[in-house]
């Protein structure tokens, strides 16, 4: 009697764990190319960070070694660093629900030109803040200020994530926008900074300037770089068929700029010319029983004559004329 049960929760377990894998798969398969494998480095380094801090030391955008070292890598390494699981939690969550569908629209290679790109920017106008500010104040710790006692403190995705977010409110800068689900409603043109405001109180009154340099570029993006920085079609197709990019056309949620966010047409017109002639010869006569409109016979096969048919269709085309000259003159008789 007690084996049974184990024998159940072993199938049910069992079970559940192939259901959690199938929905990976498919969720997985899914994903566009870049959103896909930016999320997965992101989630593996996350985990790894936990065995040792020397990932996150290394690869965040510490301005102190971006600048005075020439550790330039840190620039565009950082957008992979996220230190915090809630933080972690919702920069992914805010990250596929508004960039799965701009990859979708303008294709996988120019999305990823413009994801650095403006990683780059963000990262430079934000080192260049903290060396201002630490000049003007004559302490180089500022150009330090990631480093914390529990390790680095990086944020992530969220300095791109505020820049979309400032790109999309000047879009419409007039629209009502809701602060999450408070009852607060602002004109879109103030979310960004409204936002940044709030984020500050919650880290009680700490001021961080990777995001204030996310939505400041923002801005720039919206007034004065609008089409000065704009990859243009003609270099990202060139770009998909070079040697460096060709090996992604043929991996799955690759999206190609030729074609983006639609599925392949067949275009084999011998195989749909085929399919229609099969259905035609595939047609058969009724065979059934029907019933005269206002009568109650029954119309049966043996009741037809078929060999009247070709007669009286003949004898149709023959006398169109006639046909049209009768109802001519009953119009006008009515």
């Not at 710790?141 to 990086?154: A, D, S």
């Not at 079609?233 to 460096?244: C, D, G, I, P, R």
Request: proline share 3%; hydrophobic share 40%; glycine share 4%.
């Amino acid at each position: 009697m007690s084996s049974n049960p184990s024998l159940s929760e072993d199938f049910n377990g069992s079970q559940m764990c192939s259901d959690c894998k199938n929905w990976l798969n498919s969720f997985l398969d899914n994903l566009p190319f870049f959103i896909k494998w930016f999320m997965i480095i992101t989630l593996f380094f996350f985990l790894l960070n936990f065995f040792t801090v020397y990932i996150a030391f290394y690869l965040a955008n510490i301005p102190y070694y971006t600048i005075y070292q020439c550790q330039f890598w840190r620039l565009i390494t950082t957008a992979f660093i996220t230190t915090g699981l809630i933080n972690l939690i919702f920069s992914l969550l805010i990250f596929y629900r508004y960039s799965i569908n701009t990859e979708k629209d303008i294709g996988t290679i120019k999305y990823m030109l413009n994801f650095f790109r403006n990683c780059l920017f963000i990262q430079i106008i934000y080192s260049l803040i903290t060396l201002l500010i630490s000049l003007i104040i004559r302490n180089s710790i500022l150009m330090k200020m990631k480093l914390t006692m529990g390790g680095v403190h990086n944020d992530g995705l969220w300095p791109i994530l505020m820049c979309e977010i400032t790109l999309f409110c000047l879009s419409n800068p007039e629209r009502d926008m809701r602060f999450f689900i408070f009852p607060c409603v602002f004109k879109a043109k103030y979310y960004p900074l409204i936002l940044f405001g709030i984020f500050t109180l919650l880290s009680n009154f700490n001021i961080d300037f990777e995001i204030l340099s996310g939505i400041a570029f923002g801005f720039l993006c919206h007034y004065y770089l609008k089409n000065k920085i704009e990859f243009s079609n003609q270099f990202v197709l060139k770009l998909e068929n070079s040697f460096l990019c060709k090996w992604m056309k043929n991996k799955k949620g690759f999206i190609s700029i030729s074609n983006p966010g639609s599925p392949e047409i067949p275009t084999n017109l011998e195989h749909i010319t085929n399919s229609n002639n099969n259905n035609e010869n595939n047609f058969e006569a009724f065979k059934g029983k029907g019933v005269t409109v206002g009568s109650n016979e029954n119309i049966t096969r043996e009741n037809v004559d078929y060999s009247n048919l070709a007669s009286r269709n003949n004898s149709d085309d023959m006398n169109s004329t006639d046909s049209k000259l009768e109802l001519n003159t009953t119009t006008s008789q009515v």
